[in-house]
C-alpha cells in the first residue's frame, strides 16, 4: 500500500469514528441551545404577565397561555421547565412542546399558570444535521484526497526519482547515483544519508574487493613453489610409506587451493567487468570442439551422447563462452552414470542439456552458489556453476535447472 | 637449448632453474627489471621465460624492448594475474605462450620445449627417444619405425611424458596438461590410469620397452 493510499485509508477511518460523534455532539448541543432559548422566551412572558398584574391588575393577553388555574393557598407552585407532549387535531399527532408554571395573584386569588411553547421536531432537526454533517464530510474528505494527491505528485517527485535511481544502483558498476536535489528538509537530509552510506559501501566494497584480489593474486607463488618442493620430496625416493601419504596430501590440497583461487580471480573478473570483448562467437563451433576435448572421456564412461546443434552466433567473449559451455558439458559429463545418456540442443533460443545422473537433493537456487556441491564425495569444488551464474548474469542469459525422471537438464536461455 | 629465467620470486626462481638445468639445459637467472633487460638485450638466449611483475618494472616493457631490438628469442609469459587483458596484450606484443602461475614445472618444461622445436626446426624436427619417435605436427607415434594409431589425448600423453622423461609426473600435472585450466574432472584419474594401461599395452604390442612407471599412489615417471 502506497503512502497516499495509506494517508487516505486513515483520513477515512478517523472520519467514520468521528461522524456519529459529530451528529450525536451537535444533537446535543442544539438541543440544549433551543431549550435554552425557548424556557428564556417562557421566562420573558411570565415576567410579563407578573409585571402587567402587579402594575395594571390586568391579565394580559398571551399567545402562550397554555391554562391557567386558581389553586388552594398551600398549594405549592415551583417555577420549572418540563417537556411534554400535546395532542394537536389540526395534525392529529402529539406535538412536544416545552411548559413553564409559574404562580400568579388575579385578584387575589392565587393561580397556576402554565406557559407552553412549541418545540422543534427532533427527527428531523437529527435528520438534516445527518445530511449537512455528511455533506461537510465528503467536501473535506475529498479536498483532502485530491490535495493529499497533489502533494504527492509534487512534493514527493525527487523521492520518487531518487528510489529508482537507487533500484537501479549496482555497486559493481562504477557509476555514482546522483540524487535530486529537493527543497524539503527531510528528503534532503535523506539525500545526505544515502550519499553518505553509498560512499561506504563504495569503499568497504572497493577495499574488500582489492583485499580479495591481492589475496588470491599473492597466494600463487607461493602455491607454486609448494607444489614444486612437494614433487621434489615426492621424488627423492626415500620417503617412508607414512611420510609419503602425508607429503601427498599437502600436495592435494595445495592444488585444490590453486583451483579455488584460479576460479574465484575468474568470478570477481567477471564480476569487475573485465571481459569486455563482445565476439561474434559462433556456439556450436565452441560447443564441437569442447565435446571433441572430452570425447575420450566420454568414451571411458560409456556415455551415449546425442547433439542436435544449429548454427548461432551470439556477441560475447570468447574465452568466457568457452568457460560456460564447457562447465556445462563437463558438469554433465561428471555427474553421471557409466553408461549414461547425454543429449545436447542448441537453437536459436536456447541451449539445452540434460543428462542422467543422481538426483541431488540441493535446492535448485542453492545450487547456483559458491561452494554448493550436490554430491559431497566427488572431488570437484562446486565452482562452476557459480562461474556459470556469473557469466550468464553478464550477458543477460537465463540459466534455469530442473530434474524429471532421474535427468538433470540445463537450460540456457540467450535473450531473456 | 641457453633459458634466461626472468623472476622476482628467489624459491621459484631456483625451483625452475634446477629443473631446467636437470633437463640439461643452460639456465641464466635475473630478478629484476634492470638486469634482466641488459642480459635479454646482451646475451643470445633460445627462450626468456618472463614474470610480468617485477620490482622495478613489468616484462612486458622487456619484450616489447627484445623485440624492438628485433632479438629472435622464443618468449613464455609466466604470470599470477591470470587476466585475460595480460594474456592477449603479452601474445600481441610478441610473448609465444602464457602460462598462469601457479603452473607445473613438467608443463613450463614441455611447452619451452614444444616452443623450441617450433623457432629452431620450424617445427619439422621429430622427439626421439630410444625406439619411440613422436611427430608432434603429424600427431603420430612410431615404434621401431611402425605407425602406432592412438587417440589424441594417448598422443597428448606420451608427448608430456616423453618431452619430461625422468621427471614424476604427478595425476594433477597431467590432468591439467590434458584438459586445462578451470576444468577439475572428477574421474580424470580413473581415465589417466585407465588411457595409460592402454597407452603400455599397445607400445608393448608394437614391441617398444615399458617405460612408464607409476611412482606409489601420486603419479607416473617415463624413465628407462
Same mark, same amino acid.
Given at each position: 500500500?502506497?503512502?497516499?493510499?495509506?494517508?487516505?485509508?486513515?483520513?477515512?477511518? +478517523?472520519?467514520?469514528?468521528?461522524?456519529?460523534?459529530?451528529?450525536?455532539?451537535?444533537? +446535543?448541543?442544539?438541543?440544549?441551545?433551543?431549550?435554552?432559548?425557548?424556557?428564556?422566551?417562557?421566562?420573558?412572558?411570565?415576567?410579563?404577565?407578573? +409585571?402587567?398584574?402587579?402594575?395594571?391588575?390586568?391579565?394580559?393577553?398571551?399567545?402562550?397561555?397554555?391554562?391557567?388555574?386558581?389553586?388552594?393557598?398551600?398549594?405549592?407552585?415551583?417555577?420549572?421547565?418540563?417537556?411534554?407532549?400535546?395532542?394537536?387535531?389540526?395534525?392529529?399527532?402529539?406535538?412536544?412542546?416545552?411548559?413553564?408554571?409559574?404562580?400568579?395573584?388575579?385578584?387575589?386569588?392565587?393561580?397556576?399558570?402554565?406557559?407552553?411553547?412549541?418545540?422543534?421536531?427532533?427527527?428531523?432537526?437529527?435528520?438534516?444535521?445527518?445530511?449537512?454533517?455528511?455533506?461537510?464530510?465528503?467536501?473535506?474528505?475529498?479536498?483532502?484526497?485530491?490535495?493529499?494527491?497533489?502533494?504527492?505528485?509534487?512534493?514527493?517527485?525527487?523521492?520518487?526519482?531518487?528510489?529508482?535511481?537507487?533500484?537501479?544502483?549496482?555497486?559493481?558498476?562504477?557509476?555514482?547515483?546522483?540524487?535530486?536535489?529537493?527543497?524539503?528538509?527531510?528528503?534532503?537530509?535523506?539525500?545526505?544519508?544515502?550519499?553518505?552510506?553509498?560512499?561506504?559501501?563504495?569503499?568497504?566494497?572497493?577495499?574488500?574487493?582489492?583485499?580479495?584480489?591481492?589475496?588470491?593474486?599473492?597466494?600463487?607463488?607461493?602455491?607454486?613453489?609448494?607444489?614444486?618442493?612437494?614433487?621434489?620430496?615426492?621424488?627423492?625416493?626415500?620417503?617412508?610409506?607414512?611420510?609419503?601419504?602425508?607429503?601427498?596430501?599437502?600436495?592435494?590440497?595445495?592444488?585444490?587451493?590453486?583451483?579455488?583461487?584460479?576460479?574465484?580471480?575468474?568470478?570477481?573478473?567477471?564480476?569487475?567487468?573485465?571481459?569486455?570483448?563482445?565476439?561474434?562467437?559462433?556456439?556450436?563451433?565452441?560447443?564441437?570442439?569442447?565435446?571433441?576435448?572430452?570425447?575420450?572421456?566420454?568414451?571411458?564412461?560409456?556415455?551415449?551422447?546425442?547433439?542436435?546443434?544449429?548454427?548461432?552466433?551470439?556477441?560475447?567473449?570468447?574465452?568466457?563462452?568457452?568457460?560456460? +559451455?564447457?562447465?556445462?558439458?563437463?558438469?554433465?559429463?561428471?555427474?553421471?552414470?557409466?553408461?549414461?545418456?547425454?543429449?545436447?540442443?542448441?537453437?536459436?533460443?536456447?541451449?539445452?542439456?540434460?543428462?542422467?545422473?543422481?538426483?541431488?537433493?540441493?535446492?535448485?537456487?542453492?545450487?547456483?552458489?559458491?561452494?554448493?556441491?550436490?554430491?559431497?564425495?566427488?572431488?570437484?569444488?562446486?565452482?562452476?556453476?557459480?562461474?556459470?551464474?556469473?557469466?550468464?548474469?553478464?550477458?543477460?542469459?537465463?540459466?534455469?535447472?530442473?530434474?524429471?525422471?532421474?535427468?538433470?537438464?540445463?537450460?540456457?536461455?540467450?535473450?531473456? | 637449448?641457453?633459458?634466461?629465467?626472468?623472476?622476482?620470486?628467489?624459491?621459484?626462481?631456483?625451483?625452475?632453474?634446477?629443473?631446467?638445468?636437470?633437463?640439461?639445459?643452460?639456465?641464466?637467472?635475473?630478478?629484476?627489471?634492470?638486469?634482466?633487460?641488459?642480459?635479454?638485450?646482451?646475451?643470445?638466449?633460445?627462450?626468456?621465460?618472463?614474470?610480468?611483475?617485477?620490482?622495478?618494472?613489468?616484462?612486458?616493457?622487456?619484450?616489447?624492448?627484445?623485440?624492438?631490438?628485433?632479438?629472435?628469442?622464443?618468449?613464455?609469459?609466466?604470470?599470477?594475474?591470470?587476466?585475460?587483458?595480460?594474456?592477449?596484450?603479452?601474445?600481441?606484443?610478441?610473448?609465444?605462450?602464457?602460462?598462469?602461475?601457479?603452473?607445473?614445472?613438467?608443463?613450463?618444461?614441455?611447452?619451452?620445449?614444444?616452443?623450441?622445436?617450433?623457432?629452431?626446426?620450424?617445427?619439422?624436427?621429430?622427439?626421439?627417444?630410444?625406439?619411440?619417435?613422436?611427430?608432434?605436427?603429424?600427431?603420430?607415434?612410431?615404434?621401431?619405425?611402425?605407425?602406432?594409431?592412438?587417440?589424441?589425448?594417448?598422443?597428448?600423453?606420451?608427448?608430456?611424458?616423453?618431452?619430461?622423461?625422468?621427471?614424476?609426473?604427478?595425476?594433477?600435472?597431467?590432468?591439467?596438461?590434458?584438459?586445462?585450466?578451470?576444468?577439475?574432472?572428477?574421474?580424470?584419474?580413473?581415465?589417466?590410469?585407465?588411457?595409460?594401461?592402454?597407452?603400455?599395452?599397445?607400445?608393448?604390442?608394437?614391441?617398444?620397452?615399458?617405460?612408464?612407471?607409476?611412482?606409489?599412489?601420486?603419479?607416473?615417471?617415463?624413465?628407462?
Amino acid at each position: 500500500m502506497n503512502l497516499v493510499t495509506k494517508t487516505n485509508k486513515y483520513y477515512l477511518i +478517523f472520519f467514520v469514528f468521528l461522524f456519529p460523534l459529530m451528529v450525536g455532539a451537535d444533537y +446535543f448541543l442544539i438541543q440544549y441551545v433551543v431549550n435554552k432559548e425557548v424556557d428564556d422566551v417562557l421566562k420573558h412572558e411570565s415576567e410579563r404577565i407578573n +409585571f402587567n398584574l402587579k402594575e395594571n391588575q390586568v391579565f394580559p393577553s398571551s399567545n402562550y397561555i397554555l391554562n391557567s388555574i386558581p389553586v388552594n393557598e398551600y398549594f405549592s407552585v415551583s417555577d420549572k421547565y418540563r417537556d411534554t407532549l400535546i395532542y394537536e387535531a389540526y395534525a392529529d399527532r402529539l406535538i412536544p412542546y416545552r411548559m413553564y408554571e409559574f404562580k400568579a395573584l388575579i385578584d387575589s386569588q392565587k393561580m397556576k399558570i402554565t406557559l407552553k411553547h412549541v418545540l422543534l421536531d427532533m427527527n428531523e432537526l437529527i435528520v438534516w444535521l445527518f445530511v449537512t454533517t455528511t455533506l461537510v464530510i465528503l467536501l473535506l474528505v475529498t479536498g483532502l484526497f485530491f490535495i493529499n494527491q497533489g502533494i504527492y505528485r509534487w512534493a514527493w517527485k525527487p523521492f520518487f526519482e531518487n528510489l529508482s535511481k537507487l533500484t537501479n544502483y549496482d555497486i559493481t558498476k562504477k557509476n555514482l547515483v546522483n540524487l535530486e536535489p529537493s527543497n524539503i528538509s527531510e528528503f534532503e537530509e535523506l539525500n545526505r544519508i544515502v550519499t553518505a552510506l553509498m560512499n561506504q559501501v563504495k569503499t568497504d566494497f572497493q577495499n574488500l574487493k582489492e583485499f580479495n584480489e591481492n589475496i588470491s593474486h599473492e597466494i600463487q607463488t607461493p602455491l607454486a613453489i609448494i607444489r614444486n618442493k612437494m614433487v621434489l620430496l615426492l621424488e627423492s625416493q626415500d620417503l617412508k610409506e607414512k611420510e609419503l601419504l602425508w607429503v601427498q596430501a599437502v600436495y592435494q590440497e595445495a592444488n585444490k587451493l590453486s583451483k579455488i583461487s584460479k576460479s574465484l580471480t575468474l568470478i570477481s573478473r567477471i564480476e569487475n567487468q573485465e571481459f569486455t570483448r563482445l565476439d561474434s562467437v559462433d556456439i556450436s563451433v565452441v560447443i564441437d570442439n569442447i565435446i571433441g576435448n572430452m570425447e575420450e572421456m566420454i568414451q571411458f564412461k560409456n556415455l551415449e551422447i546425442v547433439v542436435k546443434l544449429n548454427p548461432i552466433k551470439v556477441k560475447c567473449d570468447q574465452v568466457l563462452a568457452n568457460i560456460l +559451455f564447457t562447465n556445462l558439458i563437463k558438469n554433465a559429463v561428471q555427474h553421471n552414470f557409466k553408461g549414461g545418456h547425454i543429449e545436447i540442443f542448441l537453437n536459436k533460443e536456447k541451449f539445452e542439456i540434460v543428462n542422467t545422473g543422481e538426483v541431488s537433493e540441493i535446492e535448485t537456487t542453492q545450487l547456483f552458489k559458491r561452494f554448493q556441491r550436490g554430491n559431497k564425495e566427488t572431488e570437484s569444488l562446486g565452482l562452476g556453476l557459480a562461474i556459470n551464474q556469473k557469466i550468464c548474469e553478464m550477458y543477460g542469459f537465463q540459466l534455469d535447472y530442473d530434474h524429471y525422471e532421474g535427468r538433470h537438464r540445463l537450460s540456457l536461455y540467450f535473450n531473456s | 637449448m641457453k633459458i634466461l629465467v626472468i623472476e622476482d620470486n628467489i624459491e621459484l626462481l631456483k625451483d625452475i632453474k634446477n629443473f631446467l638445468e636437470e633437463q640439461g639445459n643452460v639456465c641464466e637467472i635475473a630478478t629484476d627489471y634492470k638486469s634482466a633487460f641488459m642480459k635479454a638485450v646482451i646475451f643470445p638466449y633460445d627462450i626468456l621465460i618472463v614474470d610480468i611483475t617485477l620490482p622495478d618494472g613489468t616484462g612486458l616493457d622487456i619484450i616489447k624492448e627484445v623485440k624492438k631490438e628485433n632479438i629472435d628469442v622464443g618468449i613464455i609469459i609466466i604470470s599470477a594475474k591470470n587476466a585475460v587483458g595480460d594474456k592477449v596484450n603479452g601474445l600481441e606484443i610478441g610473448a609465444d605462450d602464457y602460462l598462469t602461475k601457479p603452473f607445473y614445472l613438467a608443463e613450463l618444461n614441455a611447452r619451452i620445449k614444444a616452443l623450441y622445436r617450433r623457432k629452431a626446426y620450424k617445427g619439422s624436427k621429430e622427439v626421439i627417444f630410444n625406439e619411440i619417435k613422436i611427430s608432434p605436427d603429424n600427431h603420430e607415434v612410431f615404434i621401431n619405425d611402425r605407425l602406432m594409431t592412438l587417440t589424441k589425448k594417448e598422443f597428448d600423453i606420451i608427448h608430456f611424458f616423453v618431452a619430461n622423461r625422468n621427471r614424476l609426473l604427478t595425476k594433477e600435472a597431467i590432468a591439467e596438461h590434458l584438459w586445462g585450466d578451470h576444468i577439475e574432472m572428477a574421474d580424470s584419474f580413473n581415465f589417466i590410469y585407465t588411457h595409460l594401461a592402454n597407452l603400455r599395452k599397445k607400445i608393448t604390442k608394437f614391441g617398444g620397452k615399458d617405460y612408464i612407471k607409476s611412482i606409489y599412489s601420486v603419479g607416473y615417471k617415463f624413465s628407462e
